[in-house]
């Protein structure tokens, strides 16, 4: 065995064998992250409801949408369920912020860590301000040409008598001349 080890061939030989079974496990690992990476897709679900968390009885909100774009991306198996069940929420949170214009990021709720998310568009440019609540009383009108000759209206009545308008309040500032 001490005279194989000493010869220069056989050192060349086996050093040729491990520089093919070094290769061949390489190109092998290389493969299995391929197939790893090509089991990874991207989806776009569009129209996902937005929620809004914020006092609706007194302050009204401008600025946002109804629906945004989630793109997910991850494991096929987990970008399929989670586009079939859609059981995650979009929303901004609003409660703690001021009255005024804001820039707020939207976020996401009950959606795996295993997924990378992306919400169009990410950021929100809001405005909130107070509410203002009126109640007008309605009369009921009618042009008297409206009636035929020979009738006569006995009376004219509106359902419902009242209506409530809410609009958000307006501060008048007179402008510097």
Same mark, same amino acid.
């Given at each position: 065995?001490? $005279?194989?080890?000493?010869?220069?061939?056989?050192?060349?030989?086996?050093?040729?064998?491990? #520089?093919?079974?070094?290769?061949? =496990?390489? *190109?092998?690992?290389?493969?299995?992250?391929?197939?790893? /990476? =090509?089991?990874?897709?991207? !989806?776009?679900?569009?129209?996902? @409801?937005?929620?809004?968390?914020?006092?609706?009885?007194?302050?009204?909100?401008?600025?946002?949408?109804?629906?945004?774009?989630?793109?997910?991306?991850?494991?096929? =198996?987990?970008?399929?369920?989670?586009?079939?069940?859609?059981?995650?929420?979009?929303? %901004?949170?609003?409660?703690?912020?001021?009255?005024?214009?804001?820039?707020?990021?939207?976020?996401?709720?009950?959606? =795996?860590?295993?997924?990378? %998310?992306?919400?169009? @568009?990410?950021?929100?440019?809001?405005?909130?301000?107070?509410?203002?609540?009126? !109640?007008? *009383?309605?009369?009921?009108?009618?042009?008297?040409?409206?009636? /035929?000759?020979?009738?006569?209206? $006995?009376?004219?009545?509106?359902? @419902?008598?009242?209506?409530?308008?809410? /609009?958000? *309040?307006?501060?008048?500032?007179?402008? #510097?001349?």
């Amino acid at each position: 065995m001490d $005279k194989m080890m000493d010869n220069p061939w056989f050192l060349r030989i086996t050093a040729l064998l491990l #520089a093919f079974l070094m290769f061949f =496990s390489v *190109k092998a690992e290389e493969e299995n992250n391929n197939s790893a /990476a =090509s089991n990874t897709m991207t !989806e776009v679900i569009e129209d996902v @409801p937005l929620e809004v968390y914020y006092d609706d009885t007194s302050l009204m909100v401008s600025g946002v949408p109804a629906t945004v774009d989630l793109h997910i991306t991850g494991p096929n =198996s987990m970008v399929q369920t989670t586009q079939q069940i859609m059981d995650f929420t979009v929303f %901004v949170d609003l409660r703690n912020l001021a009255l005024g214009e804001h820039r707020i990021r939207v976020q996401t709720e009950n959606i =795996s860590e295993q997924l990378g %998310v992306r919400i169009d @568009p990410t950021f929100l440019d809001v405005t909130i301000e107070e509410r203002v609540t009126q !109640e007008f *009383k309605i009369d009921a009108e009618l042009n008297e040409r409206l009636i /035929a000759e020979g009738y006569v209206l $006995k009376s004219i009545t509106a359902d @419902p008598n009242t209506v409530t308008s809410a /609009a958000r *309040k307006v501060s008048l500032i007179p402008s #510097a001349l």
